[in-house]
């Protein structure tokens, strides 16, 4: 009866701080891979060969990993202000 009731409610709540403590540890995760991609993304940014007949090129891959970087930054902040 009442003894059951109270043990169910217990492993509940023991289940949801389990569950609460492994939300924070995934938060965490994904800020770093984040974190991770942003930096990636802006080391490709400066790696790429500026010069010979491809200038125009070098340049619109440098751009487009600049921006790759800056929506990683954007979805690290989106998913900050969420949380």
């Known amino acids: 009866g009442l ?6 409610a217990r492993v509940r709540a023991h289940r949801w701080r389990e569950e ?4 924070s540890v995934e938060m965490a ?3 770093c891979t984040l974190d991770y991609e942003a930096n990636l993304w802006l080391s490709r940014a400066s ?9 125009n090129a070098g340049e619109g891959v440098a751009a487009y990993a600049k ?4 929506i990683q930054k954007s ?9």
């Open 3 to 8: 003894r059951i009731k109270w043990c169910k």
């Open 47 to 55: 790696s790429t060969p500026m010069g010979g007949t491809l200038v």
């Open 75 to 83: 979805i690290r902040e989106l998913f900050e202000k969420k949380w």
């Open 29 to 31: 995760r994904v800020k």
């Open 67 to 70: 921006w790759q970087a800056s």
């Open 20 to 23: 609460s403590k492994l939300l």
